[in-house]
């Protein structure tokens, strides 16, 4: 995926403006920015929901980027493991991967029953399973202790080796954690 | 013995027997079975009525009756409400139909449907256009506040239509669907015994609701009148018991 000068604007109010990247051959990219800056609404436009006002964003046939919203977006009437398993790429197991996120007791429950920290988790579990490339994060470890973001982080990468990575943080030290190329500042 | 009061079951046991005393003491004051049967003359007339076939014949019709509308009527608000959901123009066309439905008194459906219909196929037609709207504006606006990140979400992973249909849809509509089923039940049922007692069909509870008030039968007006309240008391638990079990994420 190629970034090139984007633009975007919520009316007369510019929100993105002239944003360059490259998100192709493994490349792991934290985007840093205070509230309101639009971290969120490039994650819209590198997903296609929204388009940008002005530049263009260049897909390689076939990509599918996984993500991992800011809000966990599970649906609230499966368990964590079918939440995993209806995203998953054939051949990939969602039950390996939630007991990765040290979800393995707590797969069959209902994302009500699972802890604020535990949602995170299943949700990165669902975007991985899903092997998509880019791997698209938007705050991925909120609601995490230090430890476990270490943890969490170690097993994203190697599960996500050769994917090219957008992380979203207000966090210097998350772009250390999953080892990122570049930091751009919003 | 304030923990014997504090029992859910002995408290309504307790509430029910204070209704029954002031119906008695009524009773009692009017002094007359014709103008209000006491509750004992009332639990004798339904002893008498539940040894005859034609009261047990009479609730299986009217039952059946009031299924038939009511699962019709369901069906056939889901498609519409699925089906403009889908097409605002379809929507736009067809909201007056429902507003026109919802806004008509059901005595003049009854009659403007009996010069169509069987005085049997009445109450069924009746019950099922009661439930229509409800289960149609029901599913419509479950359908339009389905959560859109939800929706982003499945576009984002990919979903196919199928499996956006029975994994966000289905499950955000069904709440919406089953509360319009346990409200729909209640209105076919009555809607369905006031049909009976003006269309008159061969069997039917309503239909002896209007005879035994002919006769000046006040007991068995009552008898029957509670044969309707405790069926449909029945039919709302089944109903919520059923709603209770499929909705476990609620």
Redesign the interface.
């Known amino acids: 995926m190629e970034v090139k000068n984007i633009s975007f604007s919520y009316g007369e109010k510019p929100i993105i403006d002239g944003l360059s990247m490259s998100l192709s051959g493994g490349r792991r990219i934290a985007v840093m920015g205070e509230s309101g800056r639009g971290k969120t609404t490039l994650l819209k436009l590198l ?1 296609g ?1 929204l388009e940008p006002t002005s530049g263009v964003i260049e897909r390689s046939p076939g990509e ?4 991992v ?1 800011q ?1 966990d ?1 599970l ?4 368990s964590a493991l079918k939440n995993a398993a ?2 998953a790429a054939p051949g990939v197991s969602a039950e390996e991967l939630l007991k990765d996120m040290e979800l393995g007791e707590s797969m069959d429950k ?1 994302p ?1 029953e699972l802890s604020g920290g535990m949602q995170r988790r299943a949700a990165i579990a ?1 975007a991985l399973a ?1 092997s998509g490339d880019p791997l698209l994060l938007d705050e991925p470890f909120k609601g995490l202790d230090p430890d476990m973001r270490e943890r969490i982080a170690g097993r994203i990468l190697e599960r996500a080796k050769n994917a090219s990575i957008l992380l979203i943080t207000h966090d210097e030290h998350e772009a250390g954690l999953l080892d990122c190329d570049e930091i751009i500042r919003l | 013995m304030r923990r014997f009061f504090k029992n859910k079951i002995v408290k309504k046991a307790l509430i029910a027997a204070v209704w029954l005393l002031i119906w008695q003491a009524a009773a009692w004051a009017v002094g007359s079975k014709l103008l209000l049967p006491s509750p004992v003359e009332t639990a004798k007339a339904l002893a008498s009525l539940a040894v005859t076939g034609t009261f047990w014949k009479s609730c299986l019709l009217t039952l059946l009756r009031v299924f038939a509308g009511f699962f019709l009527g369901v069906i056939a608000g889901a498609v519409l409400g699925v089906a403009t959901a889908a097409s605002g123009f379809l929507d736009e066309l067809l909201s007056p139909l429902r507003s026109i439905v919802k806004a008509t008194p059901v005595t003049s459906f009854i009659i403007l449907v009996l010069l169509y219909l069987t005085s049997s196929l009445t109450p069924m037609f009746i019950a099922f256009l009661m439930v229509l709207p409800i289960v149609w504006a029901n599913v419509l606006s479950g359908i339009k506040a389905t959560d859109a990140q939800l929706l982003e979400m499945a576009d984002a992973f990919g979903y196919t239509k199928a499996k956006k249909l029975s994994a966000v849809y289905a499950p955000s509509v069904l709440p919406h669907f089953l509360s319009a089923c346990t409200t729909g039940l209640g209105f076919a049922w009555k809607s369905g015994v006031t049909a009976e007692v003006i269309a008159h069909p061969a069997f039917g509870m309503g239909k002896y609701i209007y005879e035994s008030k002919l006769y000046l039968e006040t007991p068995e007006l009552f008898a029957w009148t509670a044969a309707v309240v405790i069926l449909s008391f029945l039919l709302e638990k089944l109903v919520l018991l059923l709603l209770g079990r499929i909705v476990r994420w609620k």
């Open positions: 997903l929901v599918k980027p996984a993500v919203f809000e977006r649906l609230p009437w499966f209806y995203s209902l009500k669902r899903y």
